[in-house]
């Protein structure tokens, strides 16, 4: 079974310009998270869907980042316009739904640098 | 709010040397305790879990007690190997939504093991 997957891997863009981050949970799972780990800080909770919808997104920076899940499956973040300080490693998660406690597995990461 | 604090790496041990890396944790509530590991180039993943205070979270040789009374998760291995070198993340959660916990995250430990 394919874990989680992220597109792109790195990302180089200059202040002021737009990316698109991709996340692709495993097949099937209703759960879908975003985190971001700034240089050598904390890994920091932005947003939580359950399906489409968004459940939690009391993470999000500003309204310069914008998260959406089009049809229940893969999500994409958006940073528009992009600052200095929104460079780091943005994570995304996915989990099953169901009674209890689920683990969330995790994607590999997509490194933004932005210049 | 909750917040982990965790030793800064990186940690560098010969392999077969004692493994330990502290945690300690500030939290409101009754948190359930976690570690997570990354190794090169891919993404988190749950190492070991206690849920209530005394239990021991165990997996891979890594343990971990929750200790109420200290605030404390510190992560042990007897014996360290190689394929150990990772980055791990203490961290804490009280907050179950949508059936998985959202983490607070330390900031992470680097441990470089050598032959």
């Known amino acids: 079974e394919a874990g989680v997957t992220q597109f792109p891997s790195h990302s180089v863009i200059e202040k002021g310009q737009t990316v698109t981050l991709r996340c692709d949970p495993i097949?099937?799972?209703?759960?879908l998270y975003w985190y971001r780990r700034v240089m050598g800080k904390e890994i920091k909770f932005l947003l939580h869907?359950?399906?489409?919808?968004?459940?939690?997104e009391s993470g999000m920076p500003n309204n310069r980042f914008l998260a959406e899940r089009t049809g229940g499956t893969y999500s994409t973040l958006k940073v528009q316009p992009a600052e200095l300080e929104d460079s780091g490693v943005y994570f995304c998660?996915?989990?099953?739904?169901?009674?209890?406690?689920?683990?969330?597995?995790f994607g590999p990461g997509t490194r933004l640098t932005v210049l | 709010g909750d917040s982990v604090t965790q030793m800064e790496g990186p940690v560098t041990l010969s392999e077969e040397a004692f493994l330990t890396i502290n945690c300690t944790y500030t939290?409101?509530?009754?948190?359930?305790l976690f570690w997570y590991v990354q190794y090169p180039g891919e993404g988190l993943q749950l190492l070991l879990k206690?849920?209530?205070?005394?239990d021991k979270g165990s997996n891979k040789g890594f343990e971990a007690t929750y200790r109420k009374e200290t605030t404390s998760f510190h992560l042990e291995k007897g014996s360290v190997q190689v394929s150990d070198s990772a980055v791990y993340f203490c961290?804490?959660?009280?907050?179950?939504?949508?059936?998985?916990?959202?983490?607070?995250f330390g900031r992470g430990t680097s441990l470089i093991v050598h032959p």
């Open positions: 998660a996915s989990s099953p739904s169901a009674g209890g406690y689920n683990e969330q597995f």
């Open positions: 097949s099937g799972h209703d759960n």
């Open positions: 869907f359950v399906k489409e919808s968004k459940q939690d």
């Open positions: 939290a409101t509530g009754y948190p359930s």
């Open positions: 206690a849920t209530k205070a005394d």
């Open positions: 961290a804490l959660s009280d907050q179950l939504t949508g059936g998985s916990y959202i983490p607070t």
